[in-house]
Structure formats: structure tokens, C-alpha cells
């Protein structure tokens, strides 16, 4: 069962304005929610991460809003940069590293 | 459809000892990716398999390898283990082509 979706495939900005990366979640033990950037042909690379006590998290140029109630968090980038096409995963913790859910991932095209 | 397995899903190991984690990716997954989950460091990428060949490598010395065999599944391998490598290991599996990764629930490796 997917407990953690990202139910936009893609998306397509252009540089210098907002991108906003969604994902949905169905478990309300998840305690803790990080996203994760991917290049091709690399491994993902840790971005930018939330504890559940929190509601927003920032780091430069991305931040992390999470909304418990609804079960949604999302990623601001502003402003957006070409280099930051990739694909965007979104993950849940339950407990201490017990359970880890991945979304299916998000490919970002920031166009010039 | 089966998802990603992974065995086993808990081990215990002693300092020096070596060990096998073995990986199951979903029927008709070609590519095989194994990753490091500690708390402090996140999600670390450690090697990518396609199609029998490792195709890209993280950052892990070379007590670390894998290998994936004809039917894709793969097997990771840690040599004289630390008390370091204790972590969750994930693998994740997707097809050729698309970026929605499926992961497997872990393995939990307690080096004591």
C-alpha cells in the first residue's frame, strides 16, 4: 500500500519563479518527513527534512510546510534555478527508523 | 503485484563479522539501488545495479559491494563490519526509464 504519494509526476517552472513540490501521506504515526533531490544516473541526496512537532522548516532557498491535519506536506523552492531539475522524493519516518516510506518522485523542469 | 522484499529484516551482527542482505525488485524492474538509513546522516546512496552491472557507486569504502544476478534480484555485501554500520539498509527498485522508485521495507543491521 502507498502511504506516501506524490501525485504530480512532473512539473514544469520557470527560473526565478516558485516551484511547489506536493506529497500525501496516510499514516498519522509519521513523525518525522524528508525530501530528497535525484539527478540522473546519481543516487538521491538528502534536501531538507521536518519533525511532525514542527509546521515549517527552511533551509536558503527551499522550505518545508507540513500541515498534519490534512496529512500534506509540501517544498518551496523560490526562486527556482535551472540546476535544480531533477526528481524530488518525498519520505516518512514512523518511529526510530523503523518504518520508511519513499513517494514515487516528482521530476522538476526549471526552465532558463 | 509483489512489491520489493528484502531479506532479512533484522540482523545482529558482531564487530569484524561479514554479512549478505539480499534484495527482490518487482517483476519486470531492472535497476536495483541499495541505500544506508541512519538517523544522523539521512539517506545515503550506496551503488545502483542494472542489468547485472553496477552503474553508480556512492560513497562507501570498499567493504561495501553488491552484485545483482540474471533474474535482477541483488545482493548487498559488508565485509569485517563496524560498529558504524549499524543502520537501515533499503533497496529500491524501478524500471528503465521511469523515476518511480519503489522501496523495499529495509533491513535493520545491529552491530554490536
Known amino acids: 500500500d502507498q502511504q506516501v504519494k506524490q501525485n504530480s509526476p512532473s512539473l514544469s517552472v520557470q527560473e526565478g519563479r516558485i516551484s511547489i513540490l506536493n506529497c500525501d501521506y496516510t499514516?498519522?504515526?509519521?513523525?518525522?518527513f524528508l525530501w530528497y533531490k535525484k539527478y540522473p544516473a546519481e543516487g538521491p541526496t538528502f534536501l531538507i527534512s521536518?519533525?511532525?512537532?514542527?509546521d515549517k522548516n527552511e533551509d536558503g532557498r527551499f522550505t518545508v510546510f507540513l500541515n498534519k491535519s490534512a496529512k500534506h506536506l509540501s517544498l518551496h523552492i523560490v526562486p527556482s534555478q535551472p540546476g535544480d531539475s531533477a526528481v524530488y522524493f518525498c519520505?516518512?519516518?514512523?518511529?526510530?527508523?523503523?518504518?520508511?516510506?519513499f513517494g514515487s518522485g516528482t521530476k522538476l523542469n526549471v526552465k532558463p | 503485484k509483489a512489491g520489493v522484499t528484502q531479506t532479512p529484516r533484522y540482523l545482529i551482527k558482531t564487530r569484524g563479522q561479514q554479512v549478505t542482505l539480499s534484495c527482490s525488485p518487482i517483476?519486470?524492474?531492472?535497476?536495483v539501488s541499495w541505500y544506508q538509513q541512519t538517523p544522523g546522516q539521512g539517506l545515503q546512496f550506496l551503488f545502483e545495479?542494472?542489468?547485472?552491472?553496477?552503474?553508480n557507486k556512492g560513497n562507501f569504502p570498499g567493504r561495501f559491494s553488491g552484485r545483482q544476478f540474471s533474474n535482477s534480484r541483488s545482493e548487498m555485501n559488508v565485509s569485517t563490519l563496524e560498529l558504524g554500520d549499524s543502520a537501515l539498509y533499503l533497496c529500491?527498485?524501478?524500471?528503465?526509464?521511469?523515476?518511480?522508485?519503489?522501496f523495499g521495507s529495509g533491513t535493520r543491521l545491529t552491530v554490536v
Open positions: 519520505a516518512a519516518l514512523a518511529g526510530y527508523f523503523n518504518k520508511f516510506y
Open positions: 499514516n498519522s504515526m509519521f513523525d518525522y
Open positions: 521536518i519533525s511532525s512537532i514542527k
Open positions: 517483476s519486470g524492474h531492472r535497476s
Open positions: 545495479y542494472f542489468s547485472e552491472t553496477q552503474r
Open positions: 529500491a527498485s524501478n524500471q528503465a526509464g521511469n523515476y518511480g522508485y519503489t
